[in-house]
Antibody
Framework: EVQLVESGGGLVKPGGSLRLSCAAS????????MNWVRQAPGKGLEWVSS????????YYADSVKGRFTISRDNAKNSLYLQMNSLRAEDTAVYYC???????WGQGTLVTVSS | DIQMTQSPSAMSASVGDRVTITCRAS??????LAWFQQKPGKVPKRLIY???SLQSGVPSRFSGSGSGTEFTLTISSLQPEDFATYYCLQHNSYPLTFGGGTKVEIK
């Protein structure tokens, strides 16, 4: 059974940092591109970032470029999102998903507030 | 960047109704289009991939069609468990983009 389990969310002050993790199991993690998608409270889905299976290709939404860094550790079956310079508008549930978005984690809530 | 224009943004429908939701891409995306259903407080669930392929386990009353710039999700006979918000996603090119969502409510 495919499982994606996010962790690392929480309350952080504007300008602060957080690192999200996504632990994968039940599939060959190293063969799949992975993604982060977020959803602000009461809003729609927003793609955040993608990373190819070998980390050769990395993409970001303009809204997070220069502040967020996606990475993965295939030996640990884990995906990460380092979030720096956080803003109130980054408040959202963050989901990890394997391409092509057939499996999603349960999400982790990030709240940016003073 | 490719914009995905989804319509309507909300609709009221009755059980048994035929429901059609449309996504229009600002440029051609071949068939790199997926549809998702999301219920309040729940994780998005993929219904359709490659524009028209039904995800395993999804009822056959859901169908997708289209290619290029115009795409449609159809629910042939709306059931009580189908009241939810639906999103399209283009994954033809980065940045990936979701449609704004369609909330299907009970009439």
């Amino acid at each position: 059974e495919v499982q994606l389990v996010e962790s690392g969310g929480g309350l952080v002050k504007p300008g602060g940092s957080l690192r999200l993790s996504c632990a994968a199991s039940g599939f060959t993690f190293s063969s799949y591109s992975m993604n982060w998608v977020r959803q602000a409270p009461g809003k729609g889905l927003e793609w955040v970032s993608s990373i190819s299976s070998s980390s050769s290709y990395i993409y970001y939404a303009d809204s997070v470029k220069g502040r967020f860094t996606i990475s993965r550790d295939n030996a640990k079956n884990s995906l990460y999102l380092q979030m720096n310079s956080l803003r109130a508008e980054d408040t959202a549930v963050y989901y990890c998903s394997c391409y092509p978005f057939d499996y999603w984690g349960q999400g982790t809530l990030v709240t940016v507030s003073s | 960047d490719i914009q995905m224009t989804q319509s309507p943004s909300a609709m009221s429908a009755s059980v048994g109704d035929r429901v059609t939701i449309t996504c229009r891409a600002s440029q051609g995306i071949s068939n790199y289009l997926a549809w998702f259903q999301q219920k309040p407080g729940k994780v998005p669930k993929r219904l359709i991939y490659a524009s028209s392929s039904l995800q395993s386990g999804v009822p056959s009353r859901f169908s997708g069609s289209g290619s290029g710039t115009e795409f449609t999700l159809t629910i042939s006979s709306l059931q009580p468990e189908d009241f939810a918000t639906y999103y399209c996603l283009q994954h033809n090119s980065y940045p990936l983009t979701f449609g704004g969502g369609t909330k299907v409510e009970i009439k």
